[in-house]
């Protein structure tokens, strides 16, 4: 149980254009969903949290024009980045919640590389 | 106040020894402490996880030793095999909030 699948897990596209990752949890529902963002050989560095219907909080300093969020229902959300840049380039992954008090899922990530 | 400190960075372990990894924290109102293995090119996934009312928990031949009035956590790993070849990050979160703090990784090998 607990499946979070993230979809593309790699894209490579050039730069200026605009890139959608989508976040689904498939044997549950997510009320909250988290995006991340990894850097080589370092810790992942949460971009915003996402909610069920309503808009989402990003974490300081992260560009919300830049990464769009949308989570329009209880097992999807997605993460558009805007006009690429090669400093976009990053491995970016997904989180949900089963309930309240419960651990976050990740899903396997998708590697973005803006050329 | 809201980092978690994470030690060793690397780590290499002999077949069949103990894998220790601490982490530390400063915020007391921490009451969730996760442990994830990632593997790379994959998202990190759940091992095990303890709150502070209770001093250990042991799933399989991973344990978590909780030390609250140290405000410190270690993971144990008994048995290593090269297949725990793996970064294993810790984590922290507090009620109402659902966020993690996470540690900064510890790329553990196992020798064969």
């Known amino acids: 149980g607990a499946v979070v699948s993230q979809h593309p897990s790699r894209v490579i596209c050039k730069s200026g254009t605009s890139v959608k990752i989508e976040c689904r949890s498939l044997?549950?529902?997510?009320?909250?969903m988290f995006w991340y963002r990894q850097f080589p050989k370092q810790s992942l560095m949460l971009m915003a949290t996402?909610?069920?219907?309503?808009?989402?909080?990003?974490e300081q300093g992260v560009e919300k024009d830049k990464f769009l969020i949308n989570h329009a229902s209880l097992t999807l959300s997605t993460l558009t980045v805007t006009s690429a840049h090669p400093e976009d380039s990053s491995f970016y992954i997904c989180?949900?919640?089963?309930?309240?008090?419960?651990?976050?899922?990740f899903g396997d990530g998708t590697r973005l590389s803006i050329l | 106040q809201q980092q978690v400190k994470q030690s060793p960075q690397s780590l290499i372990v002999q077949k069949g020894g103990i894998s220790i990894i601490n982490c530390a924290y400063e915020?007391?109102?921490?009451?969730?402490f996760p442990w994830y293995q990632q593997f790379p090119g994959k998202g990190p996934a759940l091992l095990i996880a303890?709150?502070?009312?209770?001093s250990e928990k042991k799933e399989g031949r991973f344990t978590i030793s909780f030390n609250k009035s140290a405000k410190q956590f270690s993971l144990h790993i008994m048995d290593s095999q090269p297949g725990d070849s793996a970064t294993y990050f810790c984590?922290?979160?507090?009620?109402?909030?659902?966020?993690?703090?996470f540690g900064t990784g510890t790329r553990l090998k196992v020798l064969a």
């Open positions: 044997d549950f529902q997510a009320t909250t």
């Open positions: 989180s949900a919640k089963t309930g309240v008090d419960q651990p976050q899922h």
């Open positions: 996402s909610n069920e219907g309503s808009k989402a909080t990003y």
């Open positions: 303890i709150r502070p009312d209770v």
């Open positions: 984590a922290a979160s507090w009620r109402g909030t659902y966020k993690y703090i």
């Open positions: 915020n007391t109102a921490f009451d969730y």
